[in-house]
């Protein structure tokens, strides 16, 4: 089962999701908040494995809950995924950087919304990869060196091989094919990479390749 929190501060938006999410024989809502304080409360009660979190609220905003969230290790199984209004923006960008495993735009169609929620819950980031592009090609310009104070001189090349690949928005499967693995070994690349590298998630791992310039927007 699915454990989801939802923190909203608009109740509409709150019964909207939690009508879609309650017809789902694998998904529970276990609680919802109307502010990020109550939201954080909340997670730390509940522990769910999808916080479904308001970009722009009162108290404490998404990117505060979320930077909260992923620096409590009491927290490490929760996935922040941020819903916002506005699409692709400075905000969206600043919570994958604080921790989020992604984000969605209040407008998605349900049965992306309900596919979005399954995948955070494995671990995987919400970051297609035209949704990549447009991120990096906005917000990392100006890259530093590779594995400046990064951590990436750790990695063996396979792992770095694979967090490219993973930074490229691909998945697991792919990932083995390119690699010529199964996609477990992929997935244990993958997972001792962001042990590694102090990452809670795909996503993050994602902004850090680009910013540590192991990938670039003319490469990937």
């Known amino acids: 089962m699915i454990r989801v929190l939802l923190v909203d501060d608009q109740p509409l938006i709150r019964s909207g999701f939690r009508a879609l999410l309650d017809l789902e024989e694998d998904i529970e809502v276990v609680a919802e908040a109307a502010d990020g304080q109550q939201g954080l409360a909340l997670a730390g009660e509940h522990l769910p494995d999808v916080a ?24 490490a199984r929760v996935h922040v995924v941020i819903l916002t209004n506005y699409g692709l923006d400075e905000h969206v960008f600043n919570a994958l950087r604080a921790g989020a495993a992604g984000f969605l735009v209040k407008d998605i169609e349900p049965e992306d919304f309900l596919h979005a929620v399954r995948v955070a819950a494995r671990g995987d980031a919400l970051l297609a990869p035209s949704i990549t592009r447009r991120l990096i090609d906005r917000y990392v310009t100006q890259p530093p060196d590779t594995g400046t104070g990064t951590g990436l001189d750790e990695l063996t090349n396979r792992e770095r091989e694979a967090v490219a690949l993973v930074a490229r928005g691909l998945s697991n499967d792919r990932i083995a094919d390119l690699m010529v693995i199964t996609p477990m070994t992929a997935k244990t690349h993958i997972n001792r990479a962001m042990t590694k590298l102090q990452v809670r998630d795909r996503a993050q791992l994602v902004v850090l390749a680009y910013e540590s310039g192991l990938v670039t927007p003319r490469t990937s």
Request: aromatic fraction near 0%.
């Open 52 to 75: 479904l979190v308001d970009i722009r609220m009162p108290v404490l905003d998404g990117i505060e809950v979320t930077r909260r969230i992923a620096a409590d290790p009491a927290l």
